[in-house]
């Protein structure tokens, strides 16, 4: 049984900067590919970062260079540095979890909200 806790979310102002942690239990955090995911008010979930087993890392295109997706072994836990938050950043965040021989994300933690004000 895996569960996620994420933490680290709040209200900010434009250019601030947090860090959210994602706390992974109930299976070995190193057969898992690790991502988050960000949900703006009204529209989808969509993913800005990925970290794979090995420590391959992806961004969106409209994170790249901002954001920065990190996993520490010996503490189970998935980070997501946030630099230069915009206001589009707003939203809720959800760290999620994949097996790495699934192509789904199909564990997801109950997320953290993220204001960025103007």
């Known amino acids: 049984q895996v569960e996620l806790a994420e933490s680290g979310g709040g209200l900010v102002q434009a250019g601030a900067s947090l860090r959210l942690s994602c706390q992974f239990y109930g299976a070995t955090f190193g057969t898992y590919i690790m991502a988050w995911f960000h949900q703006a008010p009204g529209k989808q979930r969509d993913m800005v970062a990925e970290?794979?087993?090995?420590?391959?890392?992806t961004y969106a295109d409209s994170v790249k260079g901002r954001f920065t997706i990190s996993r520490d072994y010996a503490k189970n836990t998935v980070y997501l540095q946030m630099n230069s938050l915009k206001p589009d950043d707003t939203g809720v965040y959800h760290c999620a979890a994949r097996h790495y021989s699934t192509y789904q994300y199909n564990f997801w933690g109950q997320g953290t909200q993220v204001t960025v004000s103007s």
């Open positions: 970290i794979s087993a090995g420590g391959s890392t």
